[in-house]
């Protein structure tokens, strides 16, 4: 009796479990707000900005990402690229560089005190220490546009939608050490392969320790573990949907061609930059020709959607030009940072210009606070 009461017990916590775990999907409503501008105020608080100090090191150009490490900041940046390691003042203390043994620095993954750099054309993937010190180099399977470390020498690889001998997916987890592929998730339509594949990078934001997954091409937000994948935050874009049977009877022989059709038409149909923290999640993405950015608040399910973004706090002046790249990540509870070209704050009309002397090159890194809503 006892024996099958226990087996109750467990078949019942497992229900319960799955039960939970569906309960758990959020939706996103990208359209529960909407507005053509906002301005920096609405949404956020500014802490402070700092230029960059790069002494006798390269000027960066543009900061495609930046990591919170150990006081001070991993950044990779572009034009050209480079990942610097920064003090707590900004001062760049070493870099990373293209050389013999680095021929592309693709992105870059951060775990355990260790730098982790994607060498997507050699595919290759080069281990530093916490002083940006080469430690080794692993050759992987595939072709991949970003990763992320699941644990030591366990790492999961976003293939985009590129189909090898390895893979039939768009995810790989590959044991670096034992050289073998331990999964291959999320299968790719055949139609897909052939147009959509946006070379995006940063796949895999982390909050708490708990790493997600998004792609250009599904409405969906994933937890990911050694165990797979989890639907964690589904993309509702109401009335801006792209129909189902637009990706069913689409027959497109590249990205170009898919792009030029849907911008003629007022649908949401590719995302570029997803970013979360503890309390919020930031995406990115495309509709008409457009790129529109949406702010959700997790603790509170709200979502601000908007097109235009004014600086109504410092360099009063609009940061259109800038808003596919002005947030960098998001970090800690609702703590995001952010990038503004000095160039651009050159020419500021009633602001404050942080430097004198604007050096071409240099970037200016903001720190600052989302607001509840």
């Not at 801006?240 to 990706?247: I, T, V």
């Not at 952010?338 to 020419?347: D, H, K, Q, Y």
């Amino acid at each position: 009796m006892n024996r099958i009461f226990l087996c109750l017990l467990t078949l019942l916590i497992g229900c319960a479990k799955k039960e939970s775990d569906k309960n758990s999907i959020e939706s996103i409503h990208i359209t529960e707000m909407f507005e053509s501008r906002i301005t920096l105020s609405r949404i956020a608080q500014i802490d402070s900005f700092k230029v960059i100090n790069v002494g006798g090191f390269h000027d960066l150009g543009e900061v495609k990402y930046a990591f919170p490490f150990f006081g001070g900041w991993i950044i990779h940046s572009t034009s050209p690229a480079i990942v610097s390691l920064l003090n707590h003042r900004c001062e760049v203390t070493q870099q990373v560089v293209p050389d013999f043994r680095l021929g592309e620095i693709t992105s870059i993954a951060v775990s355990d005190r260790k730098v982790f750099i994607l060498d997507r054309t050699a595919k290759k993937i080069h281990q530093y220490n916490d002083l940006l010190q080469w430690e080794r180099t692993v050759v992987i399977p595939v072709f991949a546009q970003s990763f992320s470390i699941l644990r030591n020498g366990v790492v999961i690889l976003y293939t985009g939608n590129e189909v090898t001998e390895y893979n039939q997916g768009k995810l790989v987890i590959y044991n670096m050490e034992d050289g073998m592929v331990l999964k291959d998730l999320i299968p790719v339509s055949e139609k897909l392969r052939k147009y959509f594949n946006f070379l995006t990078g940063y796949h895999f934001p982390e909050s708490k320790g708990e790493i997600f997954f998004w792609d250009s091409a599904i409405n969906n937000i994933y937890t990911v573990d050694e165990d797979g994948v989890q639907l964690a935050y589904q993309l509702d874009y109401g009335a801006w949907s792209l129909p189902q049977k637009f990706y069913d009877e689409a027959d497109f022989d590249n990205a170009y061609d898919f792009v030029t059709k849907l911008r003629n038409q007022q649908y949401a149909f590719r995302h570029f930059r997803v970013l979360i923290n503890d309390a919020f999640i930031l995406l990115t993405f495309e509709k008409g020709g457009d790129y529109l950015t949406s702010l959700f608040n997790r603790k509170t399910g709200h979502t601000i959607t908007f097109s235009g973004l004014t600086d109504d706090i410092q360099f009063h002046q609009s940061l259109d030009d800038i808003k596919l790249i002005f947030f960098v990540n998001l970090y800690k509870q609702s703590s995001f940072i952010g990038f503004i070209p000095v160039e651009l704050l050159a020419n500021t009309e009633g602001g404050i210009n942080p430097v004198n002397d604007v050096v071409p090159g240099n970037a200016v890194l903001v720190f600052g606070r989302f607001k509840t809503f």
